[in-house]
């Protein structure tokens, strides 16, 4: 289709009558940053290991050209395009034609390009707009201290004059602030890294709101809302080091599933749909990768709020000037520096490092890795050394710090690389499968390098007061990388999960999760309905006297099972045990109320009554049960699991927003400071940030005030 340039930036089409079904689109492809090294703006004091980028510019100008070239569905012609981009000279070069009319991608111009586009799409009638879409496309710098609230850098982020590291776009504003408009399909692709610098994890770092953001009950029902991450939480997303390599990674796959090439093959009618195309980018972001030295994996995932549903159908002929990427190895290709449920949407999946090595060794240890005097001969590493040699123990049930020798117990171990690197003792990985002695307190696990503290949370678990015949094992996944390419190596990610190896109900706990969390959403839930493993997990729930902690886990996937069959209808007749007023789901009430030792339960009822799943408490009393059930947070530890931490976040705020609910000002404070150090990867919380602040009590509920 022909489009033409209103202003520069933005693009209209001439044959769609306004006040119609539409598709509008805001694309943002920033390559070259102003106030990072070697930009044309004075360079920020500082710049946190950030570098200019290669071809993010080229990425965004392709999907430009696909939608303006080969997106059609059927009733649903291109209305509006914003297209911001800050290309390179040698991107210019490869694609002469993307200079034409640029509109630089500032935060002010994108504010103003989102806020526009937001406006037209807000005078579409809601008949018109439930057959209306609206494409998001970003590639650039990204930055996720929060899971699922990245933010997005754009081409003046750390202006000097200012100097404001939340001057960037949140994508949990921009996600929220278009539910309430009467457009029904919004999609939401994200090229950038989703991990965190580790300089900025004593800030909240949240972006800057842009959108105004209705209450919950305001959000259109027909809302399906699906983000494509080019990387999950915490990782990082790569691209060529040259425009001749081609466009990122994530951008050839996705090209390649929106114009259906060969190796794509769309169901008829000859439709993409969502699933599919998130099927094929993230195997086929893997197999481009493995044709390049030095990257490792990136995992593709999807969050947001998806069904089913058509994205474009399949046209003829790829769009001009999309370039196909490597066919042979290429030389390392470069990644953003800055990568990453606290607010909706919620959920995320995080993948092992045993995906992500490009070698692995397995490391015999017959003893205790914590009393060993030679840890040399098994890390083969000073800088991994100095990591165990930092462990500190302390007991969240006795309120005291432990003799690490004789509670922690460390007897396997596995090492490997997950970056190419001169000096091997840079980017590596590890994996430590850790017990205690004593397996029903509830632990607190922390590490400090050079720089700052990382702490995780491991909760105990018992069999009706007894200890298990064998002990709880987490692993604990640690990467090791250079601090901002330099000399000092720091913990750059930090996962914890159940091991396998658990017996019992725990163990199945534990192998459900695993099996899940290797998954993308849909295909995850797919699988845990059609397998029969809701079945296995309301065992695991209702058997919760026999492991609290893995009816805790099997509470986490039931929840996420709940909530994919909202969004499918025609599956919720198969799962009885599952819809609404079922009294398997009052069980979560009674895990709350049986072991209230665990704050995960009592969050999870919330969630429970949130959603109106319970059929135990009359509608006209959840506020009241909600509130109190705020009121009994107030003398627990906070949430063990990173899920419980999400759904708390959000319900202190959407029970404020929607029923008036106050949460106790002390528990809004607790909940509010944890978050800012709290990291978005792996099963149960942990937190990283300076050693003055990553301490126990950092979860534990605030001492009762003194009497004066």
């Known amino acids: 289709m022909n489009l033409t340039q209103l202003t520069p930036g933005r693009w209209f089409n001439p044959a769609w009558a306004p006040e119609t079904a539409g598709a509008f689109a805001v694309i943002v492809g920033v390559s070259r940053y102003k106030h990072l090294p070697g930009g044309d703006g004075p360079t920020a004091p500082k710049t946190y290991g950030l570098s200019q980028l290669a071809v993010s510019a080229l990425t965004a100008y392709s999907f430009y050209r696909w939608l303006s070239d080969q ?75 929060e899971q699922s609230n990245q933010i997005l850098l754009l081409r003046d982020y750390l202006a000097p004059d200012a100097y404001n590291i939340n001057r960037a776009i949140s994508t949990n504003n921009l996600w929220k602030g278009m539910a309430s408009l009467p457009v029904s399909r919004f999609y939401y692709f994200i090229d950038a890294c989703r991990s965190d610098a580790t300089e900025l994890r004593d800030y ?85 990768l493995s044709q390049h030295t030095g990257a490792q994996r990136q995992s593709v995932c999807m969050g947001g709020q998806a069904v089913d549903d058509i994205v474009s159908s399949v046209s003829t002929t790829p769009p001009p000037g999309l370039q196909s990427g490597p066919k042979n190895p290429l030389p390392p290709p470069s990644h953003v520096e800055m990568r990453s449920p606290i607010n909706m949407p919620r959920g995320g999946i995080a993948h092992g490092i045993m995906d992500r090595m490009l070698s692995v060794s397995f490391v015999s240890v017959t003893e205790n890795l914590l009393t060993k005097s030679d840890l040399h001969s098994v890390t083969d590493s000073e800088k991994m050394e100095a990591i165990l040699q930092s462990v500190k123990i302390y007991s969240l049930t006795k309120q005291q ?43 607190w696990l922390q590490v400090t390098d050079q720089v700052r503290t990382t702490a995780c949370v491991l909760p105990g678990d018992i069999l009706q007061g007894n200890s298990y015949a064998h002990p709880v094992e987490f692993e604990i996944e640690i990467d090791l990388g250079p601090e901002n390419k330099g000399d000092i190596s720091t913990v750059r990610r930090f996962e914890t999960l159940l091991s396998l190896t658990n017996h019992d109900w725990l163990g199945e706990a534990a192998n459900l999760w695993s099996l899940y969390r290797l998954q993308d959403a849909r295909a995850a839930c797919e699988w845990f309905l059609a397998s029969g493993n809701p079945r296995m997990a309301i065992d695991i729930l209702d058997d919760k006297m026999a492991s609290p902690l893995g009816a805790t886990v099997a509470t986490i996937l039931l929840i996420r099972a709940r909530k994919f069959l909202l969004q499918r209808q025609d599956l919720l007749g198969k799962f009885p045990y599952l819809q609404a007023g079922s009294d398997k789901w009052d069980w979560i009430g009674n895990l709350a109320r049986y072991f209230p030792y665990l704050p995960d339960g009592t969050v999870f009822w919330n969630e429970v009554l949130w959603d109106g799943t319970s ?86 509920p605030l001492p009762p005030p003194s009497v004066i």
């Not at 005078?123 to 018109?128: G, I, M, R, V």
């Not at 769309?266 to 197999?287: G, T």
């Not at 690490?404 to 596995?414: E, M, P, Q, R």
């Not at 949430?639 to 202190?652: D, K, R, V």
């Open 71 to 145: 997106y059609r569905v059927t009733g649903c012609p291109v209305a509006h395009v914003w297209l911001l981009l800050a290309p390179t000279d040698a991107e210019i070069a490869s694609v002469p034609g993307m200079a034409d009319g640029l509109l630089d991608p500032t935060f002010n111009e994108c504010e103003n390009a989102i806020g526009q586009c937001r406006n037209e799409m807000q005078k579409l009638t809601d008949a018109s707009g439930k057959n209306s879409r609206f494409f998001f496309f970003f590639s650039g710098h990204g930055l996720e201290k």
């Open 204 to 288: 909240d770092v949240q972006g800057t709101p842009i959108l105004p953001v209705t209450l919950a009950y305001r959000s259109n029902p027909y809302l399906v809302s699906p983000i494509q991450y080019a990387t999950t939480s915490g990782t990082t997303a790569w691209q060529p080091s040259t425009p001749a390599g081609g466009i990122s990674f994530f951008g050839q796959a996705l090209m390649e599933g929106l114009v259906a090439t060969p190796e794509y093959k769309p169901a008829p009618p000859c439709d993409i749909m969502v699933y599919d195309l998130n099927r094929y980018v993230s195997k086929r972001v893997n197999e481009i």
């Open 615 to 700: 059929s135990q408490i009359p509608d006209r009393k959840i506020p009241a049960t909600v509130a109190q059930n705020f009121q009994s947070l107030t003398s627990l530890n906070l949430p063990y699991t990173l899920e419980a931490h999400g759904y708390l976040t959000s319900q202190i705020e959407d029970a404020k927003q929607d029923s008036g609910i106050m949460a106790p000002p002390d528990l809004t404070q607790r909940v509010k400071k944890a978050s800012r150090f709290l990291l978005p990867t792996g099963l149960f919380a942990t937190f990283s940030g300076p050693a003055t602040v990553i301490r126990p009590d950092l979860v534990l």
């Open 401 to 443: 710090w432990l003799d690490k020798k004789t509670a922690c117990i460390i007897k396997k171990f596995a090492r490997g690389q997950v970056q190419a690197s001169d000096t091997p003792d840079k980017n590596r990985a590890y994996r430590l499968t850790i017990s205690f002695a004593n397996p029903l307190d509830n632990y």
